[in-house]
T-cell receptor
Framework: DAGVIQSPRHEVTEMGQEVTLRCKPI?????LFWYRQTMMRGLELLIY????????DSGMPEDRFSAKMPNASFSTLKIQPSEPRDSAVYFC????????????????FGPGTRLTVL | GENVEQHPSTLSVQEGDSAVIKCTYS??????FPWYKQELGKRPQLIID?????GEKKDQRIAVTLNKTAKHFSLHITETQPEDSAVYFC???????????FGQGTTLQVKP
């Protein structure tokens, strides 16, 4: 089992540049979550998908952030334009599946992408 | 809105002693409570979880208790070892939203 895969592992970019983070969930998992972790704000949920459909994007900080899940095995988180305050570790997590009314499922985290915006 | 408070923010214990971390949650519909351990530079990893139909769960040296009436749950680590040193996060989720709300984290240091 390969686990959740994220790329790149590290990204250094300059303010104003576009940044794209990628995630491959565990095969067979139907729910995917994007988190941001900083010392100041801890672990924040940005957006999550169920069966490739965005369910809750209330954590997305602003319009510069966007996320897509074109198929069950791939998701992207894009920041355009990037700013220094976007510097953080971005985690992707997946779970077997969430169906309204059913107990939530365990989430498994990827290794994260450490983003530095200069 | 949904909120999870975690205490203490830092905890230092001597090897062999017990450690207890406590969390309270605001959403009474929460029914799933996982605990994650995060070592420096690594991903959060699930160490134990509990669902609302049980009050206690144990796995070797770690245990979690849940008090739904008071809306709080706790992590207990016995016979602590230096490799237990890490940041521990509690979280709460409910079947209406499916999303985890995390506590602020507790940095545990186990001194040899």
């Amino acid at each position: 089992d390969a686990g959740v895969i994220q790329s790149p592992r590290h990204e250094v970019t300059e303010m104003g540049q576009e940044v794209t983070l990628r995630c491959k969930p565990i095969s067979g998992h139907n729910s995917l979550f994007w988190y941001r972790q900083t010392m100041m704000r801890g672990l924040e949920l940005l957006i999550y998908f169920n069966n490739n459909v965005p369910i809750d994007d209330s954590g997305m900080p602003e319009d510069r952030f966007s996320a897509k899940m074109p198929n069950a095995s791939f998701s992207t988180l894009k920041i355009q334009p990037s700013e220094p305050r976007d510097s953080a570790v971005y985690f992707c997590a997946s779970s077997p599946g969430y169906s309204g009314g059913a107990p939530p499922d365990t989430q498994y985290f990827g290794p994260g992408t450490r983003l530095t915006v200069l | 809105g949904e909120n999870v408070e975690q205490h203490p923010s830092t905890l230092s214990v001597q090897e062999g002693d017990s450690a207890v971390i406590k969390c309270t949650y605001s959403d009474s519909a929460s029914n799933y409570f996982p605990w994650y351990k995060q070592e420096l530079g690594k991903r959060p990893q699930l160490i134990i979880d509990i669902r609302s139909n049980v009050g206690e769960k144990k796995d070797q040296r770690i245990a979690v208790t849940l008090n739904k009436t008071a809306k709080h749950f706790s992590l207990h680590i016995t016979e602590t070892q230096p490799e237990d040193s890490a940041v521990y996060f509690c979280a709460a989720s409910n079947s209406n939203t499916g999303k985890l709300i995390f506590g602020q984290g507790t940095t545990l240091q186990v001194k040899p």
